[in-house]
Nanobody, 127 residues
């Protein structure tokens, strides 16, 4: 069974940091691009960061550039999203997904190309 499980979501104060994990089971994560997405209440899902099979990474919204970093540890079959200087507007459910290539997964906000979705982890930024 192909599965992705996110973890690391929490309640954090503005300015804090979190590292989200995306653990894969049932398949070799190294063969797939990893995408991180988020969806806040009442808003559409948006792509946050994607990392290709070769390790090339891209952050999508201007609002996370310089604050979020995507990475992967193929030996651990796990992807990561390091989030620093968190802001109130970062509050959302965060999901990871995999695809054979970063596109069209990331440009389509996950509407196309995704092979497996995780169930998400909740990040709440609040004072």
């Amino acid at each position: 069974q192909l599965q992705l499980v996110e973890s690391g979501g929490a309640l954090v104060q503005p300015g804090g940091s979190l590292r989200l994990s995306c653990a894969a089971s049932g398949f070799r994560l190294e063969l797939y691009a990893i995408g991180w997405f988020r969806q806040a209440p009442g808003k559409e899902r948006e792509a946050i960061s994607c990392v290709s099979v070769t390790g090339d990474s891209t952050n999508y919204p201007d609002s996370v550039k310089g604050r979020f970093t995507v990475s992967r540890d193929n030996a651990k079959n796990t992807g990561y999203l390091q989030m620093n200087n968190l802001k109130l507007e970062d509050t959302a459910n965060y999901y990871c997904a995999v695809a054979t290539t970063s596109q069209p997964m990331c440009n389509s906000r996950g509407d196309y190309g995704v092979r497996v979705w995780g169930k998400g982890t909740l990040v709440v930024v609040s004072s």
